[in-house]
């Protein structure tokens, strides 16, 4: 996969989030992937072969956690 820089944080996540309630980029969640507390913010963005954009853990690659794996703490 290949990491995706992105410049406009919010409006990415803004418009990519799939969930209705969108944290705010200050947000604190648990990664349950690497065990780790995370600013949502600083979030990466992989794209794969196919042109799929997934919403990962900031300690991506090394954790493979994306948003579906960040909880309330």
Not at 25 to 48: A, E, M, Q, R
Not at 51 to 67: H, M, Q, R, S, V
């Amino acid at each position: 996969m290949e990491e995706i820089k992105i410049k406009d944080k919010l409006q990415y996540l803004n418009e990519h989030y799939p969930f209705a309630d969108i944290p705010k980029l200050t947000d604190n969640k648990l990664c349950i992937h690497c065990d780790k507390i995370i600013v949502i913010g600083d979030f990466k963005v992989f794209k794969n072969k196919n042109g799929f954009e997934y919403i990962c853990c900031p300690n991506a690659p090394k954790c493979d956690g994306t948003l579906i794996d960040w909880i309330e703490y």
